[in-house]
């Protein structure tokens, strides 16, 4: 008969107590890794709902911060870039500086928007709080962001002079990523030096 016993008798005890709560180790980790593995999957199945290059954007409906009015932005004759932001989600914060970083640089070349899909209050809290000087509306029934398949913010939208989205993204990026979408929508293949 087979005994668990005499095979682990000549094994130190610290190595038994070790084995002995293994299954119940795994056990944690692999709950530890559901949520993970749950947001990962969200987050990529939500990617392929983004507009994708060669589609045309959607018209855009939305208002100004503080106030009722709407407005239809046009996007034709520019290059637009477009960041749908969150105000309470500190990837978009993150986000929302590197845009204006870029927008100082770029701005000559680019018409830069920012459309935040939150509540006026904690919007403008926020730019303030920030100094976000781009050009900032709000989404308030969130029905540009469905438009543009919105559904995890941070999400950047290159969109072409003739209304065709050139680039889409959701989630963080860095600066230097974000830049480097920017140039290669433009044609470019490296940054400019800074001074």
């Known amino acids: ?16 107590a070790a084995l002995s709560r293994l299954p119940a180790t795994l056990g944690l980790v692999f709950l530890l890794c559901i949520p993970i593995l749950f947001v990962v999957t969200i987050h990529q199945s939500t990617d392929q709902r983004l507009l994708v290059p060669g589609e045309p954007a959607p018209v855009l ?3 100004n911060i503080n106030s009722n009015e709407v407005h239809n932005v046009d996007l034709r004759g520019h290059p637009h870039a477009i960041l749908f932001f969150g105000a309470e989600c500190p990837h978009c914060q993150r986000e929302l500086s590197h845009f204006d970083q870029i927008e100082k640089v770029y701005s000559n070349r680019v018409k830069f928007l920012a459309v935040s899909q939150s509540e006026d209050l904690k919007t403008s ?18 029905s540009a962001g469905s438009a543009f398949g919105v559904d995890i913010v941070p999400a950047l939208f290159l969109v072409d002079s003739n209304e065709i989205i050139g680039y889409s993204r959701s989630g963080e990026l860095s600066y230097g ?6 140039l290669l929508f433009l044609g470019e293949n490296t940054a400019p030096e800074i001074r």
């Open 1 to 16: 008969m087979f005994n668990v016993a005499r095979i682990l008798a000549p094994v130190p005890q610290w190595i038994r």
């Open 61 to 63: 409906i939305l208002g």
């Open 125 to 142: 809290e926020l730019l303030h709080a920030i100094g976000f000087k781009v050009q900032t509306m709000i989404d308030r029934n969130r």
């Open 177 to 182: 990523a974000m830049e480097k979408a920017l």
